[in-house]
Each structure stands twice: as C-alpha cells, then as structure tokens.
C-alpha cells in the first residue's frame, strides 16, 4: 500500500487522477479520529488529508470560515472560540469513544460524516451550515459548489450532498461553514428521579414552551453516575438554556414553573453545564478502551424510551437519550443486535441505526449504516455513478454484506 499525503489541491487532484487512470482505489483519511465508523475500507492505497492544513479564510463579521479539509475542528473551534464564535451545531468528536484523542477530527471529516451534537434538534447539523466547498470526484475532475457568503447559494445543494456521504463521492479539499456568536453564558435545569416516559413528557413540555431550551436529554439510573464525575445521583433529565445572563435566568424560572408537576428542579451553573453537554456530546460515558458495541439510534422522540423498554426485553443494553429522546446512544452488553434493533425501528415508525463502535470482524459482517429503501438505493447508486463510476473511493465503507448501500 502507497500512503499519498498530498499539501495542496492540485496534489490530490493529481492523486486521484492517477488511481482513476490505474483504476486502483483510495482510502480517504484525515487524523483518521472515524476510521472505526463504517465498513472496512477494501483499498489498495491511502490518500492522507491530515497535510491539507490550515484556514484560508475568517471573517468574523461576516460569520464566514473557510479552511482545508484536514485542518483540524479543535484547532478551528479555538480561533472561533477568541472571537466568541463557535460552530453552531456542536460537533461530536468521536476519537474517545473509538479509542483515540480527543481532538483529532477535521473539518473534511466533520461534513463527510455530517457531525452534529445535543444542540442539533435547535440548530441542524454540518450540512446546514455548510457554504461552499472545492472537491475532486472519483473520475479525478475538480469541481466547486456555493461560495464564502451566505446569500450565495448557487449550487448549494451539491454541497449539502456530500454531507454524510463518508468520502465515498468526492475528496473534499477546502470547505466553507458559516459560524455564528457564541452565548454569553449558559445554565442547565435538572429534573432528579424521572423515569424515562416521565421524562419523555417533561422534555416535550420544555422544548414546546418559550423557554427557549437549546439542548434536552434524559440520562437514567445506571448510567447517569458517569457524568460530571458522579455528581449527579439520581436519573436526570437535562435541559440547556443559553443566551444572556439575564435572559437564561429568566427562562430557567420559567421551566421551574412550567415543569413543577415533575419535581423540584436544581440548576448546575456554566462551567459544570458546559462539561456536562461536552460528555453528552461525546458518548463520554462509553468511551475509555472497550470495544463493546455502540449504536447510534435516531427516531421520533416520543417513541424513543419505548423502543429501548422493547430492545431491553429481549437483548442486554446501556442507554441514554439527546435531541429531546430523538437519539439514543445505545451500549451493547456483548453482540450488536442488529436483528433485533432494525426490527423494532420499523416496528416503531422508523429510523436509523449506525453501529458506530465494533470489531473489525461485526463491521465487515453487518450493514453498519442504516440500509435503504429499493427506491433510495438505486437513487444512490446512480450518484456513486456519477461521481465515482470506478469506485475509487473509499470502496465498501456504505455497502452491506448484501450490496445495497446504507446512509448514515
């Protein structure tokens, strides 16, 4: 195997050029922080991104910021950070939950995965927030879409397709995100003691309310001492409140109030509020050295505790809830399930399920990624056509044991 760590555009142009030529295939990585997510790649070579470094542009006042692909999210979200800016949709850094250091994800991989965190059910995810990008298709040509200003839409949703498309499309070389202020500060409201269909309630209740909660999840028994160094001793429910000083008071009372049937409420202060989503955000709870498996499981959030009541009858699992019960972060005791798993979303209106943790051995066996309706999938294939017909890039990563593709 060849490792090619190009430091320009034109590099990796010519790069994937010469393996459309050869009809040989690439493995895309950055830091490699999501190299354990999806199938195993079956590539011959490796086109590293991690020299593709640096930001080409920020403009704090125009909330714009253009950087390389391999650049990386800590290192971008510290410039932000100095002008009080931030990426609105909080992206997970998956390198601890899959055994590596914190930090070491990029920007190129922070749209292919279309990342995300607790504030998405506010705010979206990369792919909403995304401007423009350079990329080079599979068939080695060069191509852009959209620009560095936000009216600028032209091509938009070119993209806004490559989000969540695990490089298997085209190699993104420079990318544009539109970043917004930071909050001036920030408190969260617990409420100790609720089961998870309690909770269920009283997170619907807050997020329907002019409370104005960024962020709500549901930690139960069992799993709840794992946050803030076992500071909180009995099943919380969480609701984040950012914004100005006065103002996030003001709405902390009004959920006080409004949330009142469910108990008394207590409120952890701002640098323990912001510790607590950063491990919600991070599955901080499953991270540490094993590889048990680790599913990540989006669906309605009314249904979402009643799908784990109906896993847990039948399989042994950990569980925790983010986006208001719409995503749940599920720990296998040993095998990952999938059977099971991927009958109950169907049972219970649908969803998606991605096995973001497991050997090497139960990702080369099981569809990883969410299968796809008959109708998407040949949708689907007809893009991988388009843009990488000798499937160059990142060959296997979304197709499952039985050739359909999956999506994240």
């Known amino acids: 195997m060849t490792i090619f760590t190009p430091t320009t555009a034109e590099a990796v142009l010519e790069t994937v050029q010469w393996a ?14 999501k190299r354990g997510i999806g199938r195993p790649v079956q590539a011959a070579h490796r086109l590293d991104l991690s020299q593709l470094s640096g930001v080409t542009l920020y403009e704090p006042e125009e909330l714009v ?41 990029t920007v190129g991989g922070m749209l292919g995965a279309n990342l995300s965190g607790p504030r998405r059910i506010k705010a979206g995810a990369a792919r909403d927030h995304v ?16 620009g560095r200003v936000v009216k600028n839409v032209t091509g938009y949703d070119l993209s806004k397709g490559l989000a969540g498309s695990w490089g298997t499309l085209a190699v993104v070389t420079d990318v544009t995100f539109k970043v917004l202020p930071a909050s001036e500060t920030e408190r969260t409201f617990v409420l100790a003691g609720l089961d998870d269909a309690e909770a269920a309630g009283a ?11 960024s962020s709500a999840a549901h930690l139960p028994e069992g799993i709840v001492g794992r946050f803030l160094g076992g500071a909180l001793s009995a099943a919380s429910t969480v609701l984040r ?17 409004l949330l009142k049937p469910y108990g008394a409420g207590e409120t952890i202060e701002v640098d323990d509020s912001r510790r607590l989503w950063r491990e919600i955000r991070d599955v901080a709870p499953f991270a540490g050295g094993s590889d048990a498996p680790v599913w990540r499981v989006s669906v309605a959030p009314t249904v979402g505790h ?23 972060w599920l720990r296998m005791e040993a095998d990952p399930e999938a059977a099971i798993l991927r ?42 056509e388009q ?10 990563r979304m197709i499952g044991p039985d050739g359909r593709e999956s999506r994240a």
């Open 20 to 33: 459309a030529d050869e009809e040989t295939s690439l493995e895309i990585t950055g830091h490699g922080s």
């Open 65 to 105: 910021l253009s950087a390389k692909a391999g650049t990386p999210v800590a290192e971008v979200e510290a410039l932000l950070s100095r002008h009080h800016q931030r990426f609105d949709f909080e992206p997970i850094d998956y390198g601890p939950l899959l055994g590596q250091e914190a930090g070491r994800g």
């Open 306 to 328: 009643r799908l784990v009541d109906a896993f847990r009858r039948a399989a042994g699992a950990n569980a925790y809830y983010d986006w208001q019960g719409g995503l749940i």
């Open 241 to 257: 409140v950012e914004g100005f000083g006065p103002s996030v008071d003001y709405r902390i009372d009004l959920l006080a109030r």
């Open 343 to 384: 009958r109950l979303l169907g049972h219970f209106g649908g969803g998606f399920a991605t096995l973001v943790r497991a050997p090497e051995s139960l990702r080369a066996a099981l569809p990883v990624f969410q299968p796809q309706p008959p109708a998407l999938a040949a949708l689907s294939r007809r893009l991988k």
């Open 387 to 396: 843009f990488d017909p000798r499937n160059v890039l990142n060959p296997g």
């Open 203 to 213: 997170m619907a209740e807050a997020m329907g309310s002019s409370g104005e909660v």
């Open 131 to 146: 401007l423009g990008i350079h990329a080079v298709s599979g068939r080695g040509e060069n191509f852009k879409s959209g």
